[in-house]
């Protein structure tokens, strides 16, 4: 398969599909739909296509988890992924991926990653693409979309190319610095359909003014936690930045929290605190408060929480005091001042409303032969391989529909 990068003397080209966006969901969709023998054009205005794939698990891609299902992901409509997740499951991806003998393992919470480099996931898709006939365009912005009675025309800065169906796999905002332009948006509201309001999401919360001196000491620290926001909450790693809170617990509970809001932490899940701290008084009374929080908590974090205790002794503790340690331990609130941005965020929460799309074709409801999938749709993933997961199963539906 021949990935063009511009053709100036070209004239233009007519296809039965035009997908902009070379991305996870767009690689997947052009494959389908190239094996049902239609013709696709893949457009990316990037140098390379499946810039979130490459650095996706740091460099491994988290490319799937085995737990995925519909309560893994925050939208307006619940309901909307419940048909494309069900119609291509992990198993599926799992089948595709062990067919090109890409070897993998599982981590923590189902999570799936390549043994090698992520480059394997492109390559196998790419491969995908090519024996489905795909043609792709790298380094080619695309101008405008237009609808005419017989189909679309897509413009680039070169050409205008004519086709039956367009297909919408842009991605959202997330890390900018790859690219990302929020133009899937941009043709959502041109062709009327609405926006849910978009913001980071899997991203890194930053602390006040007033919190980053005292909590500098804490920089680098990362510890098991389970943290709360509302109702949601997160059993995963917690890690202290130079910045604010960062760690799988934190970029979870990013996707729920409101800005202005506080969020809780436990420092020590499934561990009675106040409990322990009454038996030590009596059984440990000569070891200090800090001395005896070092066996639950990582050293330095064990002298913050115990920096404001002024016994020495743990028997010199009243309950009142014993009750006021337990809650820093264990509902420890912070207000966090925001979060790093699209800068650093993994996914943009929001975007396309379900509503106005099919939840079978991702077709748009009033646009015939306009698609959208993967990140640019109002459906965002936890973090582990959730989203990817949407992106093949989206992908999937759409490229047995067009």
Known sequence: MEIVELDLESMDYQYDIIIIGAGAAGLMCGAVAGARGKSVLI??????????????????????????????????????????????????????VNHYKIAWHEKTKGQLFCD???????????????????QIRVSTEVLDIAKFEAG??????????NCEKVVIACGGTSIPKMGATGYGYKIAEKFGLPIVPTSPALVPLTFTDGLKQPLKTLSGVSTDSR?????TSFDEALLFTHR?????AILQISSYWNAGDAITIDLAPDI??????????????RQSPKNWLAQYLPTRLAEFVASNIK???????????????????????????GTEGY?????????????????????????????????????????????????????NACGRAV
């Open 116 to 134: 090698g480099r992520s480059q394997q996931i492109i390559d196998m898709l790419l491969t995908e693409c090519e024996n489905a006939d795909n």
């Open 343 to 395: 800068r650093t965020a993994e996914v943009t929460k929001g975007g396309v409303d379900t509503d106005a799309l099919s939840s079978k074709t991702l077709e748009a409801k009033r646009v015939p032969g306009l698609y959208f999938i993967g990140e640019v749709v109002d459906v965002t993933g936890h973090l582990g391989g959730h989203n990817f997961q949407w992106a093949w199963a989206s992908g």
């Open 272 to 285: 009675d605190i106040l409990d322990a701290l009454k038996t030590a008084r009596i059984d440990s009374a």
């Open 43 to 96: 457009i990316d205005h990037a140098q390379k296509v499946g810039e979130k794939i490459r650095i996706s698990g740091g460099g491994r891609c988290n490319f799937t988890n085995i737990h995925c299902g519909p309560d893994n992901f925050i939208s307006n409509n619940p309901h909307f992924c419940k048909s494309a997740l069900s119609r291509y499951t992990p198993q599926d991806f799992i089948d595709l």
């Open 311 to 337: 016994q020495e002794r743990l028997a010199d503790m009243s309950d009142a005091q014993l009750i006021n340690l337990a809650l820093m331990v264990k509902e420890w609130r912070i207000k966090p001042a």
């Open 152 to 161: 679309y025309v897509v413009t680039t800065q070169h050409q205008s190319i």
């Open 244 to 248: 604010g809170l960062s760690g799988p």
């Open 227 to 231: 943290v709360h926001y509302e109702a």
